[in-house]
C-alpha cells in the first residue's frame, strides 16, 4: 500500500489509514457492502492536503481522497463509482466527526482511479483481439467481470439481480414469482434444471451467477437431485453474495446453506415476493433500496404503491441520492403518491414516505 503524504499541518491526513479507513471497512464488512469494503482494503491510497479551500468561516480545509483500485474491481464497478465515492466521503467524515460549523478541516472528495496492470497487454487480455489465444478467456485474474453487453443480455437495466435456482418441473411457478419480483425492482435470471445444456447455456448460467447480487434457493423435496442446484447455491456461497433459502416442501435447507435461516412458504401464498424482499433488505439493504426505487419509477398502479411502501419500516438508512429520486417520484408518479402507503393513511395503517424520512434522516420532511 502506498503510504499518504502527510504533512505537520493538518491531522485528518495521518488518521486516514489507521483510522478512519479502518473504521469504515468494518463497517461495510458489519452491513454486507461487499463491493465498498473490496475498494477500501485493496486500494491503494493518496491524499492531496487542502486541494479545496473555501474562505467561508475562518477557511475550510478540504483533503481530496484518491483511491486507486485494481483493474478488476474498478472494471466491475465502474456505473457505481460516482455514487461510490459520495458514499466512502461522507463516511469519512463521519468516522472523522467532520462539524461543518465547527471545523475548518475535512474530506472534501474521494477519487477513485484504475490501477491497470501494466505486465498485461490490454489488447490480449481483452479477448477481443483477432488471433489471440486469449479470445475466449476472461481477462487474466478477473473471473468475475463479464461484458456490459452480456450484462444488458441477462438483467433488466437499473434492478436487483436475483438468480432463482430451482428444479424444472417448478419451472411455471418460478416463472410466475419471477414476474412478481419485478414490481419490487428486481430482475431475476431463471435456471432451468435437469437438463445437460449445451456449452453457450453454461457459459450464460456462469454469467448469471457472476453477476448477480443474490441467489434464492427455490427448495423442493427433489432440489438435491440436481447436481445443477447444489452447484449453483455453492457458488453463490463462494462468492459471498446473499443467499435465501426457501422451503416451498417438507425438505429443509441442507448442506452449507442448512444455517441459514430458511423461509417458509408455499407457492400459492401471495405474500411470498414481499418477504423474499424484506429479507434481503436486511441483508443487502443499498442496493435492495436501489431496485426498490425503480420499481417506484415504474409503479403501475395504487395497490402496488402499497405493497413497495410495506417495505418501507424495514428500511434504516438512505443516502441523498436515494432520498432525492424517492421524493422526485412521489412527485412524478401519480400511482406511488396516490397510494395510501406512499401518501399515509393512518386508517389504513400508513405513515406515509415523509414519516419514514423523517425516522432514517432524522430531518424534517412534509408534503
Known amino acids: 500500500m502506498n503510504t499518504p503524504t502527510i504533512s505537520d499541518k493538518y491531522n485528518l491526513p495521518s488518521q486516514l489509514e489507521s483510522n478512519f479507513l479502518r473504521t469504515i471497512s468494518g463497517l461495510y464488512h458489519h452491513q454486507g457492502h461487499n463491493e465498498l469494503l473490496a475498494i477500501i482494503v485493496n486500494a491503494q491510497v493518496q491524499v492531496e492536503e487542502a486541494a479545496h479551500y473555501d474562505n467561508w468561516n475562518g477557511g475550510l480545509h478540504g483533503h481530496v481522497v484518491h483511491?486507486?483500485?485494481?483493474?478488476?474491481?474498478?472494471?466491475?464497478?465502474?456505473?457505481?463509482?460516482?455514487?461510490?465515492?459520495?458514499?466512502?466521503?461522507?463516511?469519512?467524515?463521519?468516522?472523522?466527526?467532520?462539524?461543518?460549523?465547527?471545523?475548518?478541516?475535512?474530506?472534501?472528495?474521494?477519487?477513485?482511479?484504475?490501477?491497470?496492470?501494466?505486465?498485461?497487454?490490454?489488447?490480449?487480455?481483452?479477448?477481443?483481439?483477432?488471433?489471440?489465444?486469449?479470445?475466449?478467456?476472461?481477462?487474466?485474474?478477473?473471473?468475475?467481470?463479464?461484458?456490459?453487453?452480456?450484462?444488458?443480455?441477462?438483467?433488466?437495466?437499473?434492478?436487483?439481480?436475483?438468480?432463482?435456482?430451482?428444479?424444472?418441473?417448478?419451472?411455471?411457478?418460478?416463472?410466475?414469482?419471477?414476474?412478481?419480483?419485478?414490481y419490487y425492482g428486481i430482475s431475476c435470471f431463471v435456471a432451468h434444471e435437469d437438463i445437460h445444456p449445451a456449452e453457450e447455456w453454461q457459459h450464460e448460467i456462469e454469467n448469471a451467477l457472476n453477476s448477480m447480487h443474490a441467489l434464492v434457493a427455490l427448495i423442493t423435496d427433489d432440489f438435491s437431485d440436481s447436481p445443477w442446484t447444489?452447484?449453483?447455491?455453492?457458488?453463490?456461497?463462494?462468492?459471498?453474495?446473499?443467499?435465501?433459502?426457501?422451503?416451498?416442501?417438507?425438505?429443509?435447507?441442507?448442506?452449507?446453506?442448512?444455517?441459514?435461516?430458511?423461509?417458509?412458504?408455499?407457492?400459492?401464498?401471495?405474500?411470498?415476493?414481499?418477504?423474499?424482499?424484506?429479507?434481503?433488505?436486511?441483508?443487502?439493504?443499498?442496493?435492495?433500496?436501489?431496485?426498490?426505487?425503480?420499481?417506484?419509477?415504474?409503479?403501475?398502479?395504487?395497490?402496488?404503491?402499497?405493497?413497495?411502501?410495506?417495505?418501507?419500516?424495514?428500511?434504516?438508512?438512505?443516502?441523498?441520492?436515494q432520498i432525492r429520486k424517492m421524493i422526485e417520484i412521489y412527485d412524478s408518479n401519480g400511482e406511488i403518491s396516490g397510494s395510501f402507503g406512499f401518501s399515509g393513511s393512518s386508517r389504513h395503517g400508513y405513515q406515509g414516505l415523509h414519516h419514514h424520512l423523517n425516522r432514517i434522516t432524522g430531518k424534517n420532511y412534509d408534503f
Open 230 to 321: 447444489d452447484q449453483e447455491v455453492g457458488y453463490a456461497l463462494g462468492r459471498g453474495v446473499p443467499v435465501i433459502p426457501v422451503t416451498l416442501q417438507t425438505k429443509d435447507p441442507y448442506g452449507f446453506i442448512g444455517k441459514i435461516q430458511a423461509l417458509r412458504s408455499t407457492w400459492e401464498n401471495q405474500l411470498l415476493p414481499s418477504q423474499v424482499v424484506a429479507l434481503l433488505l436486511k441483508k443487502d439493504q443499498e442496493r435492495v433500496v436501489d431496485g426498490l426505487i425503480q420499481g417506484m419509477r415504474d409503479c403501475p398502479n395504487f395497490n402496488m404503491g402499497n405493497e413497495l411502501a410495506d417495505q418501507l419500516p424495514i428500511i434504516t438508512n438512505l443516502s441523498d441520492i
Open 67 to 182: 483511491l486507486h483500485v485494481p483493474e478488476a474491481i474498478f472494471i466491475q464497478n465502474v456505473r457505481k463509482l460516482p455514487k461510490f465515492e459520495q458514499t466512502i466521503c461522507e463516511d469519512l467524515n463521519t468516522a472523522a466527526k467532520y462539524d461543518h460549523s465547527q471545523d475548518t478541516e475535512h474530506f472534501y472528495s474521494v477519487s477513485i482511479h484504475c490501477l491497470h496492470d501494466e505486465t498485461q497487454d490490454w489488447r490480449v487480455s481483452s479477448g477481443a483481439l483477432l488471433g489471440s489465444s486469449a479470445s475466449n478467456e476472461s481477462p487474466p485474474g478477473n473471473p468475475h467481470v463479464i461484458p456490459v453487453e452480456v450484462e444488458s443480455r441477462i438483467w433488466e437495466p437499473n434492478k436487483y439481480r436475483i438468480f432463482l435456482s430451482h428444479k424444472v418441473p417448478f419451472k411455471k411457478e418460478t416463472a410466475k414469482l419471477k414476474e412478481q419480483l419485478s
